[in-house]
């Protein structure tokens, strides 16, 4: 860190270096360090080549066009940007122009001529002013600013995350709030220079961003911060092979932006998506740091097939699930592909949504360095269950002994109401009193030796700049994160390294992101044996402690004689006695080119591989209880390697063309995709302890042979493609897309191996109709429709191919043997979707803005595992793949967002997103209506997928503490019959209604923002409760309910049955898992950068922050974490509760 | 153009022209169906993939629903509805076998249906004809297991099973008992055409493993001729165990008159698991005392090899009170060390033979000289088995019969015969009450009871929408 900041010293110094490749403008000799992270992407690149800046050519022939239409044209033909509001182009006149082969800057004056505005050249931008009476003015590339003199102001305009905004307009109003006609506009790296009087007001503009307007204050210099208009940076839809404007675009798409992304303190992108995309559910599913959450767009579309949605980073298809090495401050947006017009796109990938990541470029102007850091620490929430305290649970076993004569413990055992204990001797009867009182004082709170305060610690440094032709991104990070059960966490290391260059009609870029993550896990999460740590801690009898007097450490009552049952030391044993490491190396790397052969006609290639390698390690300590029960009596040891390698080349020809109204787009690709995966593991055992964690450690014998496994499998995907658009008027667009799809082998049978996806959607965008073109109160009205087909990939490779295998033996003589019933007619996947819907704003700033779709998707063909006839040969619960169900998913989804107040020194917004989802099973198979899913659920023709089955609960018998369930008659009985009462419960694993709220206060310099996130309308089935309310488990410790809340005596109206009753599986353990939880506050605090007085612009800008993940969660759910996508809640892995602080300075 | 513009459009044009060949990736995990039987020795593999997933199920719940077993106290940990006989259509224990044998069976057309692609020449197709007959006889084997368990009688116009000599997926219905019983003629007789003489394997089938399964199905067929030609042969070619060998069939140390048995090595299934449990050392289904009062007193129990063989007395472990005293001993040890309970599992032997030789006899003529040579098979086999033996002849048919059931009882305990044979007659099941003190009551199981016999598998009524369920199931 210190070798920056002296580095950039030398910067502030201005010693400036020519850069040999030409003008560089703000990038400096700070460069040793960013030459090395681009030293690999010169090697790709001839930097020379681009030594001879082509001028910028504009040939035109209008007559008497309308000036936007002409603006897009210059626009296309020079990539220069224009920056105009739409009241401006209502006043532009129409223009009649000849012109041929000329330079830009020699256009733009006759462009402008006779119109109500004048304009500013920056760069490539042409920004057009209020013409005031005043001529237009025109700057060159290199960064001044207009109308300087003597007494002039300098001052700086940056986004909210410090980064300079390049030509921003300052207009300085007059004390009455006119325009004094002076106008600036800031240079590369966001500074400007004006003449103003103190007492003036500064407006500041900018396109995407709120207007401002500040008062000439004594501050030197200024500062000042836009806010972006986050409903104008949503303007393009990005697809990874179009970006239409969202007027232009049929499709239903969602937009998450960085400053939502960037410092959140999750170590996973697809958590932090949560509440944030309607009509996308995010559950996590452990809270292990850096697990993936299951993400579900629009509802599940499949039963056996693939449910996640497709990951593009950056144009490269990504494997979802592994974000442990993706450092979410490199990420621009999210854009997330919902509707059929959209994933079309990706064909037969594309059914279950698309979620396209883009990552931060870099951008033209000085070199920014920015360097943000948070520390903090996480916490273990409350579950809603309670164990009994040793007080209680000695008392409970007193209980259970009076009321059975069941022997469960010492509180039983030693109790003078036992009735052996009048027989025993008076010192025997003394010592249980005071067995029993020390016990009592134990009291141990197992969650104290689980769980721990877990550590947090990131730091990011990036570094990006660039000139006309060359823009780079560079950054590097840092993650620490300690779980909150102990012995877990996640280590992350990160590098990105994006550069873009653009050469006259060649534009290209090379996007890297290579990661390293460590993460070490908990042994056995979600096991309900003893031994396992999760489940030991509520297990252990709260009067145990692992440790005796002497600090000696007991697994076990084999040599010393305890009161308890050991099982939270055994848990403690496995605890600290195993380790479960995973190491992930990722490279994802892309390359894109791009080339205008002639005007409008572009190609396209792009080529990129996602490559990772996961190693797994598995340690069990010799020295461990757990190491001498393995075989070989002295722990084991394992280690295994997967490798995935993802390619994916893309190429294609895209061509352009207005002719007067008439707009069109059309593009043609051809990709191909293939997937290799390997894998690799060995277990051994006998080891020596004297080399732990390591493979030399293992004794090969005969008796205890190392265990050997591996895999390998590759698939292929080829695609030809055609994208067409056409706009009219810019009112009317129509869409359409066919993609054909080869898959290989793996996914299905050669006679079914090609087949085409196709989209159409339609567009109006409203407002540029005459009627609405004038009204104020409806800045935004534009509505789309679409409808096509897509389908999911297969879940397992292969399954329509008759497979062999000689895992069998008899006699011990290899053997062959079918390893799977075949479907030969398997086919893909579809899904038919239509969507509807619209984007309104209300009032001039847009205060008010509704986004709204409707949606229809069906799945047919779809996946399911039918039991075939026993005759079939595959035994009790072999399946036969088919495709023949279907499945419906319909739903709306909306995100309405407000500004409630909106003024210089106080800022109140508040959005809310939802979407409510109905899913329907509408066929299963010819032979079958309904089918087993799991041990709990059904599938079953007019009931959601995810319904739960069994028995219903009737209640406690208050007169003699019965269970009671319900027979199908509706008769109550207390014989329980699994097979014969189990109904179709009205409870559902999937969440019909899903969203989140976000609201954020800003007064001065001080942010305040929150997000909550909601899930409802779903139930889980609490498998816990079955192990700490259960008379089969009671030596086990037990939840406070046993102790306060069973049937004792007649008369009781309790909760659970009496203390001899078997628990059995029924309705009652079907719960309610709703819950609405706040995700993330954050208060925020803008550091005006003159308090540094380290002069002008030393920090450009500087944050500090204090922020909470998961602070509060409101629900009746009884388990450990609502929040968990598994269709059982069962000692997993809470989510922490979160508290970090950070700082973000740019220089 | 200049060196960019080509540079650009080479790598253009080289990505666009890739080879549709990239698609067909073969997989690589597992054996894809063209390579599974390419040659002799892959059928081989085959013939043993099919006897892999025989088991020894119907053995077992034959012994825990028959007269057998008694359910001891000190069992507390299994599911007994089978013993009770309040099964249904969805009790494991008793449907689990259904889907067993069809695996052998799919296993073995799958190889069947491979056969004809594979070349032989004069030197490999006398191995091909064995393979092939083994799998013939193996497919005949499991049906008719199916049938004896599942059939709704063994009368010819009884329900059967569907019987499957193809690999496919359907969902057949059931063909009569008959219809069973012919099919399963065919398949043995084409077997033993094709077994040769030399092969004498008993881990599989050989010739005479075929005789040894002939003779039981014409028992049950009633086709007394076939029984009796059928089981001379077996007793031709593979003479009674001497008494100081018997006890060693059981521990594996001996092959004496095993005409075929199911192998098991270290790893495999545990047979002997049915009747104790290793861990908590728990009895789960002792002898019954019917059937340790039908060998007789002390003294006849002692000259009796069969009952040491099947049945350990352990006065002390049974002095408590809660524990059993007996335990069947059949499955106990075999030679696998430090693996109790593991041992082959024997399906034909010779013992079995003179029995049904006696019973067809009996039937066929119940004259003389049918009642003369039943008593011979009788003697003979009872000489074989008991010290001090002195053969009464019985000249009513019916004590014959009788007498040759209840040596079927001592004979064949444990070994899946009881409640088959009592089946066949249409005898009710019963226990005595000190067999059934744990039962809540099942004392006795009459032939018109619906767990009479086995139901067909819940799951596969309702996906098998032709499928017909045994008689009274589902009437409660």
Known sequence: ?????????????????????????????????????????????????????????????????????????????????????????????????????????????????????????????????????????????????????????????????????????????????????????????????????????????????????????????????????????????????????????????????????????????????????????????????????????????????????????????????????????????????????????????????????????????????????????????????????????????????????????????????????????????????????????????????????????????????????????????????????????????????????????????????????????????????????????????????????????????????????????????????????????????????????????????????????????????????????????????????????????????????????????????????????????????????????????????????????????????????????????????????????????????????????????????????????????????????????????????????????????????????????????????????????????????????????????????????????????????????????????????????????????????????????????????DVTDELPDGDTRIIKVGLPYGTYYGPQWAGVDPENGDALYYNRDGSITNVYNSEEQSVPLSSNMYPKFTGGISTSARWKDLTLSALFSFVSDVQRWNNIDFYIETERYMTSNQSKRMLYDRWKKPGDEAILQRIDIPRNYTSKDIQDASFMRLRNLQLNYSIPTAWFGFGKSFFKTANIYVQGQNLLTWTTWRGLDPENNRQYGRFEYPNARKYTAGINVNF | MNIKKIWVLCSFAGLVLQSCDQLDLSPTDSIDATKAFRNLEDVNMGVLGAYAPMASTLIEVSAIVSDETMLPTENTVSNTAAHRWIYDSSAGSVTSAFYEYYVTIDRANLVLEAIPNIPTNASTQNLMDQYKGELLALRAYCHFELLRAYASSYEPDGMGVPYMKKHEAIYPARPTVQSNFDDINADLKAAKELIPDGFSDNIRITKTAVAAIQARVALYEKKWDDAITCASEVIDEEPLAPKNDFGKIWTDESESEVVWKLARVAGDSRIGAAFFRETGGIVLYAPAFKLIDAYGSTTQRTDDVRFSSYIKHDPARGAGGTKSAYLVNKYATGIVPNAPGLTSVKLFRTGEMYLIRAEATLEKDNGTAGITAANKDLSDLRMARLYNYVHVPVSDKQSLLNAIYNERFKELAFEGHRFFDLKRRNLPVERRAEDAINTSGALKLESTAAQYCFPIPAAEMKVNKNMDQNPHYGDQ
Do not use: C
């Not at chain 1, 979600?526 to 509520?538: F, L, Q």
């Open chain 1, 1 to 925: 860190m210190i070798l920056i900041m002296r580095t950039d010293n030398d910067a502030y110094a201005r010693k400036r270096i020519q850069h040999p490749l030409g003008n560089v403008g703000g990038v400096s000799l700070k460069t040793i360090f960013l030459m090395k992270l681009i030293l690999f992407l010169t090697v790709v690149f001839s930097f020379s080549a681009f030594a001879d800046v082509s001028a910028q050519k504009v040939n035109l022939r209008v007559q008497h066009t309308s000036f936007k239409s002409v603006v897009q044209q210059v626009q296309r033909q020079t990539g220069y940007s224009f920056i105009i509001k739409d009241q401006l182009f209502k006043q532009a006149k129409p223009v009649t122009l000849d012109i041929q082969n000329r330079d830009v800057l020699d256009v733009l004056p006759l462009l402008f001529e006779g119109q109500p505005f004048g304009y500013t050249v920056n760069g490539k931008i042409v920004s057009a002013t209020a013409l005031m009476g005043k001529t237009s003015s025109v700057t060159d590339t290199r960064p001044t600013a207009v109308l300087v003199d003597q007494q002039s102001i300098q001052g700086r305009v940056v986004n909210e995350h410090g980064e300079p905004l390049i030509g921003a307009t300052i207009t300085v109003l007059d004390g009455n709030g006119k325009s004094s006609g002076i106008i600036a506009t800031t240079a590369n790296d966001g500074t400007f220079t004006i003449n103003a009087n103190s007492g003036d007001k500064l407006m500041v503009s900018y396109i995407a961003y709120f207007t401002q307007t500040v008062s000439v204050g004594q501050e030197r210099p200024l500062t000042i911060v836009l806010k972006e208009d986050d409903n104008l940076i949503e303007q393009v839809v990005v697809t990874g092979y179009t970006d239409y404007l969202r007027g232009k675009s049929a499709s239903a798409a969602s937009q998450v932006n960085a400053k939502d992304i960037n410092g959140v303190p999750m170590s996973s992108l697809d958590q932090i998506l949560q509440g944030k995309v309607p009509g996308m559910s995010v559950v996590s599913s452990s809270g292990q740091p850096g697990q993936s959450a299951s993400v579900v767009i629009r509802g599940i579309g499949s039963v056996n097939g693939t449910t996640t949605p497709l990951y593009v980073m950056d144009g490269i298809p990504i494997e979802g699930g592994y974000f442990q090495t993706i450092n979410q401050e490199d990420i621009e947006t999210v854009n997330v592909l919902k509707d059929a017009s959209a994933k079309a796109l990706y064909g037969s990938r594309g059914s279950n949504g698309v979620i396209v990541i883009t990552t931060k470029k870099g951008k033209k102007g000085r070199l920014s360095v920015n360097y943000s850091s948070q520390y903090g620490f996480s916490t273990l929430t409350q579950p809603t269950f309670e164990m009994m305290d040793a007080r209680e649970r000695l008392r409970f076993e007193e209980e259970v002994g009076l009321e059975t004569g069941r022997d469960i413990g010492p509180g039983w055992r030693l109790s003078p109401k036992n009735p052996d204990y009048a027989t025993q001797s008076t010192a025997w009867q003394q010592n249980a009193g005071h067995v029993l009182d020390s016990l009592r004082n134990v009291n141990t709170d197992w969650r104290d030796l689980f769980f721990q305060n877990g550590r947090f610690m990131e730091q990011q440094l990036s570094l990006s700049g660039g000139n006309d032709n060359v823009q780079t991104y560079n950054a590097l990070s840092l993650w620490n994160e300690d779980g909150i059960v102990k012995e877990t966490g996640l280590n992350r290391y990160s590098l990105r390294s994006n550069t873009n260059i653009n050469y006259g009609k060649f534009t290209a870029g090379i996007n890297l992101n290579l990661g390293y993550s460590d993460s070490k896990f908990t042994y056995n999460e979600g096991g309900t044996g003893v031994g396992s740590p999760m489940a030991s801690v509520y297990y252990a009898l709260p009067y145990e402690y692992p440790y005796t007097a002497d600090g000696a450490f007991h697994a076990t009552d084999e040599d010393m004689p305890f009161y308890d049952t050991r099982e939270g030391s055994r848990g403690i044993d496995v605890l600290y006695g195993t380790s479960d490491k995973t190491e992930q190396f990722k490279t994802i790397l892309g390359l894109n080119m791009a080339y205008e052969i002639m005007d409008g006609l572009k190609v396209t290639t792009r080529a990129g591989i996602d490559f990772r390698n996961s190693s797994d390690q598995v340690f069990i300590n010799p020295l461990s209880y757990i190491g001498q029960n393995q075989s070989g009596k002295k722990g084991s040891f394992g280690e295994g390697y997967r490798r995935n390698f993802n390619l994916v080349s893309t190429s294609g020809i895209t061509y352009n063309k207005t002719i007067e109204k008439h707009e069109f787009e059309v593009s043609g690709f051809f990709e191909y995709l293939q997937n290799n995966y390997r894998a690799f593991s060995y277990r051994g055992y006998g080891l020596d302890d004297r080399l732990p964690e390591n493979p030399n450690a293992i004794t090969v014998s005969g008796d205890f042979l190392p265990s050997l496994s591996g895999s390998r499998s590759s698939s292929a995907l080829m695609s030809y493609m055609g994208i067409g658009r056409y706009t009219y008027n810019n009112k009317y667009t129509a869409t359409a897309s066919y993609r054909y799809d080869g898959a290989s082998l793996s996914s299905v049978p050669t006679k079914n191996r090609w087949h085409g996806f196709y989209s159409f959607g339609a567009a109006w965008d409203a407002k540029q109709e005459d009627f609405l073109k004038e009204n104020d109160f409806i800045p935004v009205l534009r509505l789309r429709a679409s409808y096509g087909q897509t389908a999911s990939p297969i879940g397992s490779a292969f399954v329509h191919l008759p497979l062999f295998t000689v895992g069998t033996t008899y006699g011990g003589q290899q053997a062959i043997r079918p390893s799977n019933l075949v479907n030969p007619d398997y086919d893909w996947e579809y899904v038919n979707e239509f969507n509807v819907g619209f984007d309104l704003s209300l009032f001039n700033t847009q205060r008010i803005k509704l986004v709204a779709d409707w949606y229809n998707k069906e799945t047919i063909n779809m996946f399911l595992d039918q039991t075939p006839s026993a005759t079939a040969g595959g035994g009790s619960g072999g399946t036969i793949p088919l495709s023949t169900g279907k499945m419906g998913n319909k739903g709306i989804e909306f995100s309405l967002s407000g500004d409630i107040i909106q003024n210089e020194d106080f800022n109140w917004n508040i959005g809310i997103n939802g979407a409510y989802n109905q899913n329907k099973i509408l066929r299963v198979s």
